[in-house]
C-alpha cells in the first residue's frame, strides 16, 4: 500500500516561473517529510525537509509547505531553471522508525527555456 | 572525494546465478541502507544497519541477504537470482546526529537478470 503519492508523473514548466510539486500521504504517524532530487543514472539527493510541527520551511529557492490536516505537502522551486531539470521524490518517516524513508512514485520535471 | 560508492554500476547476470553489490561510505555515518528501484520507479527500503546491526528488515525474500564488516561496509548478497530481481539498487547512508531521515544516496547499481 502506497501510503505516499505523488500523482502528477510529470511537470513542464518555462524557465524563469514557479514549479510546483504536490504530494499526498495517508499514514498520521508519519513526522517528517522530504524531497529529493534525482538525475538520470544518478543517486537521489536530498534537497529539503520539513518537521510535522512546521508548515513552512524555506532553502534559498526552493520552499516546501505542509498541510497536516489535507496531509498535503508541496514543494515550489522559484525561479525554475533548466538544472532543475530532474525526478523529484517526495519521502516521509515516522518517529522510531530508524530512518526507514516511505517514498513517492517521482515527478519528473521539465524546465524549458 | 566520493561519498557513497557502489560496485558495481552494472550487473548483468543469468536466472540462478548468485551476484554481490559493495557499497561502502566514507561520510563516517553510523547506519546504511539498501533500497530497491523497481520499473515502475518505486524506491523501496529493503535493509538497514546501524553499527554493524540489522534494524529494518522489509519483506524481502531470504535469496537477499546483507552484510556489514564494519560501519562503513554494506554489502548485498543475492542467492538464485530471477527475472523479478532486475532493479537498481541504491546504497544509502546517514549520520550519526540529526534526522536519520536525511540519507545520502550512492549512484546506483543497474541489475538485470536474463
Known amino acids: 500500500d502506497q501510503q505516499v503519492k505523488q500523482n502528477s508523473p510529470s511537470l513542464s514548466v518555462q524557465e524563469g516561473r514557479i514549479s510546483i510539486l504536490n504530494c499526498d500521504y495517508t499514514n498520521s504517524m508519519f513526522d517528517y517529510f522530504l524531497w529529493y532530487k534525482k538525475y538520470p543514472a544518478e543517486g537521489p539527493t536530498f534537497l529539503i525537509s520539513?518537521?510535522?510541527?512546521?508548515d513552512k520551511n524555506e532553502d534559498g529557492r526552493f520552499t516546501v509547505f505542509l498541510n497536516k490536516s489535507a496531509k498535503h505537502l508541496s514543494l515550489h522551486i522559484v525561479p525554475s531553471q533548466p538544472g532543475d531539470s530532474a525526478v523529484y521524490f517526495c519521502a516521509a518517516s515516522g518517529r522510531g522508525s530508524w530512518g526507514k524513508l516511505q517514498f513517492g512514485a517521482g515527478t519528473q520535471v521539465v524546465v524549458t527555456p | 572525494d566520493t561519498a557513497v560508492s557502489q560496485t558495481p554500476k552494472y550487473l548483468v547476470t543469468q536466472m540462478g546465478n548468485d551476484k554481490s553489490i559493495k557499497c561502502e561510505q566514507n561520510?563516517?555515518?553510523?547506519?546504511m541502507y539498501w533500497y530497491k528501484q523497481d520499473s515502475k520507479k518505486f524506491l523501496k527500503i529493503m535493509f538497514s544497519?546501524?553499527?554493524?546491526?540489522?534494524?529494518i528488515n522489509e519483506t524481502v525474500p531470504n535469496r537477499f541477504s546483507p552484510k556489514s564488516p564494519d560501519k562503513a561496509h554494506l554489502n548485498l548478497h543475492i542467492n538464485s537470482l530471477e527475472l523479478g530481481d532486475s532493479a537498481v539498487y541504491f546504497c544509502?547512508?546517514?549520520?550519526?546526529?540529526?534526522?536519520?531521515?536525511?540519507?545520502?544516496f550512492g549512484p546506483g547499481t543497474r541489475l538485470t537478470v536474463t
Open positions: 544497519y546501524n553499527n554493524k546491526e540489522l534494524i
Open positions: 520539513i518537521s510535522s510541527i512546521k
Open positions: 561520510l563516517g555515518h553510523d547506519t
Open positions: 544509502a547512508s546517514s549520520p550519526p546526529s540529526g534526522p536519520s531521515y536525511e540519507q545520502y
